[in-house]
Nanobody
């Protein structure tokens, strides 16, 4: 079992920056991937960015060059720094964990709202 608790998010204007963070607890060991996904109203949940336990990163094309994902393995945290936000970035952002310790089953946080006004 893995528990994920997100923080951050909120309301910003287009062009501004915002960060969201996630703390993981529970069965966290071995090779794993942590990441952020988002879901806008009426749309499917989509990948934003992921980072492996060895710090390899992957980004959705829509956020490349604007968002940066990072992690602190000692603190079991993953963060997402979002710059130059656009109205289309508005969504609920979910933290995700999967890895050897969970037999690659996905675990999700409760989600945090990010709203960008234009």
């Amino acid at each position: 079992q893995v528990q994920l608790v997100e923080s951050g998010g909120g309301l910003v204007q287009a062009g501004e920056s915002l960060s969201v963070s996630c703390v993981a607890s529970g069965s966290i060991f071995g090779t794993n991937v942590m990441g952020w996904y988002r879901q806008a109203p009426g749309k499917l949940r989509e990948l934003v960015a992921t980072i492996t336990s060895s710090s390899s990163t992957n980004y959705a094309n829509s956020v490349k060059g604007r968002f940066t994902i990072s992690r602190d393995n000692a603190k079991n945290t993953v963060s997402l720094r979002m710059n130059s936000l656009k109205a289309e970035d508005t969504a609920v952002y979910y933290c995700n964990f999967r890895g050897v310790s969970t037999r690659w089953v996905d675990y999700w946080g409760q989600g945090t709202q990010v709203t960008v006004s234009s």
